[in-house]
């Protein structure tokens, strides 16, 4: 893998502070009543680790502001028992497409398989994983590029007596070949189609994927398609699948979607979606842009491309660096891709 990257999460610098502030107050109102020395000459404050770690106010300078505790003394992210296994993420490079692998403690998912012709890639990267626990196969709306592979996903299971839990979709109908496809995979692999609604949530291993989006009222597929949170410890990634901005404007409104680590970005970098309000909300640190190499639509477009810029996230495309992946252990993220980029990541598709 080209590119490894170690980062820190910001939100535990909030916390971390919160606590040694507390303890810098007890400290001195004990001192002050005469009832503790300090004998080593030190003022009172714990050391604290020679990791670094990037808190909201230092790491951006794009107006983050830490979020309110509003929990009344119950435990923060930050105090709760780190996940005790990783959490894997890999954006496929499926052209201009979407496909997405997550796997933590020994359990497996995928979000959309990109095209029909994608079925043998997604089979043979499953394969060379040694999958044996699909716990979902999930579909964020059924345009080809993003159901197409999954029927790839859900042949490997049935060939290989991998485990499949269920098949989440944002409709159980629609007439593609691409659709049909699908389906006859997930009856052949015994798994019954599930359309969650806004708010369910799911486990993986010890990650968290949840629901935040789902139109029933969109004009659109697209629009009406799953929008995800996954939470992983203190990271976060949010998979908007083909989503516009008259989509993303419910999404301003959740909290949980403030300052998230990894967004997937909407529609291939189409300017139709990734609008400036939405990009303030979710500020993420990193974006990820799956299309093809000079594919016929131009994506990802100069306007989406100029909105990352100035919100300031650190930019992978797939078009250009391969498999874009990351590792979460619940606090640091590593970031990798298959190699160098073979263009300027900030040029528009042609």
């Known amino acids: 893998m080209f590119g490894a990257v170690r980062t820190h999460n910001r939100r535990r610098g909030h916390a971390r502070s919160v606590w040694l502030l507390a303890i810098v107050l007890v400290v001195a109102a004990v001192v002050g009543a005469g009832c503790l020395r300090l004998s080593d000459g030190s003022n009172g404050t714990p050391k604290t680790s020679q990791t670094q770690t990037t808190t909201s106010a230092d790491n951006d300078g794009a107006g983050r502001t830490p979020p309110t505790d509003d929990s009344a003394g119950l435990p923060t992210n930050s105090e709760a028992a780190a996940p005790a296994d990783d959490l894997t993420v890999v954006f496929l490079d499926v052209g201009q497409a979407n496909a997405a692998y997550l796997e933590c403690g020994g359990q497996a998912a995928l979000i959309d398989g990109g095209n029909r012709g994608d079925s043998s890639l997604v089979y043979s990267f499953l394969r060379r994983r040694g999958v044996d626990y699909l716990r979902y196969v999930i579909n964020t709306h059924p345009d080809e590029d993003h159901v197409g592979g999954l029927a790839g996903a859900l042949q490997y299971a049935a060939q290989t007596d991998a485990r499949v839990d269920a098949c989440l979709c944002s409709t159980t109908e629609y007439g593609t070949k691409a659709w049909a496809n699908f389906v006859s995979a997930a009856d052949a692999a015994g798994v019954a189609l599930t359309v969650p609604a806004r708010g369910a949530t799911f486990q993986l291993g010890d990650a968290t994927i949840q629901v935040v989006g789902h139109m029933t009222t969109g004009t659109t597929e697209d629009d009406n398609g799953l929008v995800l949170l996954v939470t992983h410890g203190d990271n976060t990634f949010l998979f908007t699948g083909d989503i516009s901005t008259a989509a993303e404007a419910p999404l301003v409104n959740d909290a949980a979607l403030a300052d998230i680590d990894v967004l997937s970005v909407a529609h291939h970098g189409s300017n139709t979606s990734t609008g400036y309000v939405f990009l303030r909300h979710t500020n993420p640190r990193y974006a990820v842009i799956s299309c093809g190499r000079n594919n016929q639509y131009g994506h990802p477009?100069?306007?989406?491309?100029?909105?990352?810029?100035?919100?300031?996230?650190?930019?992978?495309?797939?078009?250009?660096?391969?498999?874009?992946?990351?590792?979460?252990?619940?606090?640091?993220?590593?970031?990798?891709?298959?190699?160098?980029?073979?263009?300027?990541?900030?040029a528009p598709g042609r």
């Open 301 to 346: 477009t100069e306007a989406v491309l100029s909105r990352l810029r100035d919100q300031g996230a650190t930019l992978y495309r797939c078009d250009l660096q391969g498999d874009v992946s990351f590792v979460s252990d619940g606090a640091e993220l590593t970031a990798t891709c298959d190699h160098a980029a073979t263009g300027d990541l900030y």
